[in-house]
């Protein structure tokens, strides 16, 4: 299913940002955690909508069925169709988990973007949401860099909270988050290898303050519990005729 550029090639841009320092590196790390986290997420049908590096995601995952979505004028290697973030083209809960690689935050309707996730995921089915984190040095970088239209600095950077409110709307429950890359977004290899150690410092120290978050939602449905009926309504009865209760007779005085 192909369909017209609707960003203006945003999504290519964004994955030649991600082919660079400090996006591959920062991709890597997207892949170490989304990949931990897979294995223990179930089904038959697994479907990634849009893509960072040009790599699917869902290496780790049991799921044998899996489905890589382009977005607009992406294009990657594997990719099997091209779809709209407004209108996925996914029957009515089919699937089992579906990731959106920083796929919200380029999107002109991310509630609807999330309205659609919420429709196509069966009953306990997963959402893994990546998003970059405004709380952070990626989001005071994006302070900067904004105006100059370029990804990923002129993408939405949407807060934890916001982001978990909207999934509450959707009966979505958030079940757990992840965050990573605390080291600032330069573009000097050597530099960022020395502050590796404030990865492992940032993520006991500050882990809320990470460069992007990894959220994880599940479809809550709720349980269909059989209605018992109240006492007054069984008095009720009773007292219509349809039972009549029994009496003890005493023969003895009979």
């Known amino acids: 299913m192909a369909l017209k550029p609707p960003d203006g090639g945003v999504r290519t841009r964004l994955s030649a940002w991600f082919a660079r320092i400090p996006g591959a590196l ?38 044998s069925h899996r489905i890589l979505a382009g977005v607009g004028e992406e294009s990657v290697g594997g990719m099997t ?16 988990v579906v990731i959106l690689p920083h796929t919200l935050e380029f999107s002109a309707t991310p509630h609807k ?12 089915g997963h959402l893994i949401i990546l998003g970059f984190n405004p709380w952070s040095l990626y989001g005071l970088w994006r302070l900067f860099l904004a105006w100059r239209g370029e ?35 330069l573009r000097h ?27 994880v939602a599940r479809k809550h449905v709720a349980p269909l519990t059989p209605l018992r009926p109240s006492w007054r309504d069984r ?14 007779v005493n023969h003895e005085h009979a």
């Open 189 to 215: 290899p050597r530099l960022l290898n020395r502050l590796g150690f404030v990865e492992k410092l940032g993520g006991y120290c500050w882990s809320y303050f990470g460069g992007v978050h990894i959220m």
């Open 113 to 124: 973007l999330l309205r659609e996730c919420e429709r196509i995921l069966i009953g306990e």
């Open 235 to 248: 008095r009720a009865v009773v007292a219509s005729g349809v039972a009549e209760p029994s009496a003890r």
């Open 26 to 63: 920062l991709a890597r790390e997207e892949r170490r955690l989304v990949e931990g986290l897979l294995p223990r997420m179930f089904g038959y049908h697994i479907v990634q909508i849009g893509s960072t590096d040009g790599e699917p995601l869902y290496g780790t995952s049991p799921i």
């Open 151 to 185: 990804p990923p600095w002129n993408g939405h950077f949407y807060r934890h909270a916001r982001i978990k409110d909207w999934l509450s709307l959707l009966d979505l429950e958030l079940v757990g988050t992840e965050r990573c890359f605390f080291r600032p977004p």
């Open 81 to 96: 169709l091209h779809c709209a973030t407004d209108n996925l083209p996914f029957q009515a809960e089919s699937l089992d």
